[in-house]
């Protein structure tokens, strides 16, 4: 997530969003890039504007596995 102010009252923060469903028993990951505006009030921040955007033929990351070295390399 990544956020930068660009008043004392506006900021914008980004980031990306990884969703996984289930369809027909097989999950599905679909990954969005998602902006929000935020705006300081009275009451505190309040979010004003979202713009999203699905990723295509994005890699999603996997965990890291421990791999044993085999001295061939």
């Known amino acids: 997530m990544a956020v930068r102010g660009l008043d004392n009252d506006i900021s914008v ?27 300081k009030t009275a009451g505190g921040w309040q979010a004003t504007d979202r713009y999203i ?15 044993k070295p085999t001295g061939k390399n």
């Open 13 to 39: 923060a980004s980031f990306v969003l990884t969703q996984t469903t289930e369809q027909g028993k097989k999950p599905t990951t679909q990954q969005y890039f998602v902006v929000d505006v935020w705006q």
């Open 53 to 67: 955007s699905q990723l295509k033929n994005a890699s999603v990351p996997t965990a890291p596995t421990d791999v």
